[in-house]
């Protein structure tokens, strides 16, 4: 079945230790997400890929990087992680199938990865 | 800036009973999603509405958006035990020279329907 898959599920890491969570699709969607979710919060999107294009949200922190080094992969780095960083990570596709740059058809979200920083 | 309030934030209610969730947002806007988060779990697609007088139907959840309004509501019909979960809407903001679009959530509606 396509999906998406997110790895690890749990994660955890040290303060400041740098951590790298990863997401593939095997739906062949051209626009890949990062969200960060915390407890008892709505997901906050902190960056996306369109193809290749990297669009970065104003306000994520600059500790935060993604990497694509295709269609069907994409990477989260955070690479000193604080405390309020733990969250859940979702990543999330979707297809731009008019070409137009509209997104018209839903996200559909892994099953996240929990990070937790001691 | 784009602005998605539901309400809301809290719902018990009982089994059988009928009930719906408010999402109202800031600015224009014709797609407008909602999704189901169970405790721990990612998100679940329920519903894509992408234009005005949208309404769709899935077992006992139903959504309708009223774009001139700014309005989306999430009708729970005879609630059920199943249901009980957080449900968000989330717009989509038009940026980057007005194409490619990103998704604002509202905080969410947790949904616990009581026997």
């Known amino acids: 079945d396509a999906m998406v898959i997110q790895n690890p599920r749990y994660q955890v890491t040290q303060f400041g230790k740098p951590v790298t969570l990863s997401c593939s699709q095997t739906?062949?969607?051209?626009?890949m997400y990062w969200y960060q979710q915390k407890s008892s919060q709505a997901p906050k999107l902190l960056f996306h890929y369109y193809d290749k294009d990297f669009n970065n949200e104003a306000d994520t922190p600059d500790n935060f990087q993604s990497r694509r080094p295709n269609t069907s992969f994409c990477f989260l780095d955070i690479r000193s992680p604080g405390l309020g960083d733990a969250a859940m990570y979702l990543c999330?596709?979707?297809?731009?199938?008019?070409?137009?740059?509209?997104?018209?058809?839903?996200?559909?979200f892994g099953p996240g990865t929990r990070l937790l920083v001691l | 800036e784009l602005k998605v309030e539901q309400n809301p934030l809290f719902l018990s209610m009982q089994e059988g009973k009928n009930y719906t969730i408010y999402c109202n947002y800031s600015?224009?806007?014709?797609?407008l999603y909602w999704y189901r988060q169970d405790p721990g779990k990612s998100l679940e697609s329920l519903f894509v509405l992408l234009s005005n007088g949208a309404v769709k139907q899935e077992g006992r959840l139903m959504a309708s958006l009223d774009t001139k309004a700014r309005l989306s509501t999430l009708h729970i019909t005879a609630a059920v035990h199943d249901l009980s979960a957080t449900y968000f809407c989330a717009v989509e903001s038009r940026n980057y020279g007005g194409s490619q679009g990103n998704l604002i959530f509202g905080k969410g509606t947790k949904l616990s329907v009581k026997p």
């Open positions: 739906l062949n969607h051209n626009v």
């Open positions: 600015t224009t806007s014709d797609r």
């Open positions: 999330a596709t979707s297809r731009d199938h008019l070409g137009h740059g509209y997104v018209v058809e839903t996200q559909y």
